[in-house]
């Protein structure tokens, strides 16, 4: 079974810009969550997302969006990018969100904003 | 509310065992969990606990869990140099979202 798949891997923006990031759960799966990952911060909930329903959000600026298709793809928007938005952005998969159900997580997309 | 704390370091030879240790405060967390990090890499579901279990084994990984001192330890036998990496404990609320802790670098020295 493959596993979680995020697009692109790596990419360099400038400040002001936008960036669109993608990920594919693993087969079956229903849930996908984002989280971002700092040095300073170390790894912070973005949002989840079922069956196209965000159920939660954590403590970031509007800039930061998602979105569910009916296949459970997701994706992440950063709009007007800051310096502090450099980071990777994690994707993670499970069946239900719940606390029951695993959470299998993508290799990253490291953003590098300058 | 929701604060998962870990010791940052740990150092280990080659054959020893690994204690990795974690404290949480949220008394509703109902999993916990362990995941590796590897460079450049995400992160690798090790295992988990449910929070009414006290000990769960799994190969060379054995996770206690001391609910009421919300202590959560992670024990790798026989470490070995792959083993070298940052270690994550997590904890689940019900909310549809982990809480990590700052994560645990350990090196595994021959």
């Known amino acids: 079974k493959a596993g979680v798949t995020q697009t692109p891997r790596y990419l360099i923006k400038t400040r002001g810009q936008q960036v669109t990031l993608s990920c594919s759960p693993i087969?079956?799966?229903?849930?996908v969550s984002w989280y971002q990952q700092t040095p300073g911060q170390g790894l912070q909930f973005l949002f989840e997302y079922f069956s196209e329903t965000q159920r939660n959000k954590g403590n970031f600026p509007g800039r930061f969006s998602g979105r569910q298709f009916s296949n459970s793809r997701s994706e992440m928007n950063v709009s007007t990018l800051e310096l502090g938005d450099s980071a990777l952005y994690l994707c993670?998969?499970?069946?239900?969100?719940?606390?029951?159900?695993?959470?299998?997580f993508g290799p990253g997309t490291r953003l590098t904003v300058t | 509310g929701e604060d998962v704390e870990q010791s940052l370091f740990l150092s280990v030879r080659e054959g020893d065992s690994s204690v990795i240790n974690c404290t949480y405060t949220?008394?509703?967390?109902?999993?916990l969990y362990w995941y590796k990090q590897e460079p450049g890499a995400g992160l690798q579901l090790l295992t988990y606990i449910f929070s009414n279990m006290d000990m769960k084994q799994d190969q060379r990984l054995t996770v206690l869990l001391n609910k009421k001192d919300k202590h959560l330890s992670l024990r790798i036998a026989d470490t070995q140099t792959g083993d070298s990496a940052i270690y994550f404990c997590?904890?689940?609320?019900?909310?549809?979202?982990?809480?990590f802790g700052a994560g645990t670098t350990v090196t595994v020295r021959a």
């Open positions: 949220d008394s509703s967390s109902t999993y």
């Open positions: 087969s079956g799966h229903r849930s």
């Open positions: 997590a904890e689940s609320t019900g909310d549809y979202k982990l809480s």
């Open positions: 993670a998969s499970s069946l239900t969100g719940t606390g029951a159900s695993e959470q299998y």
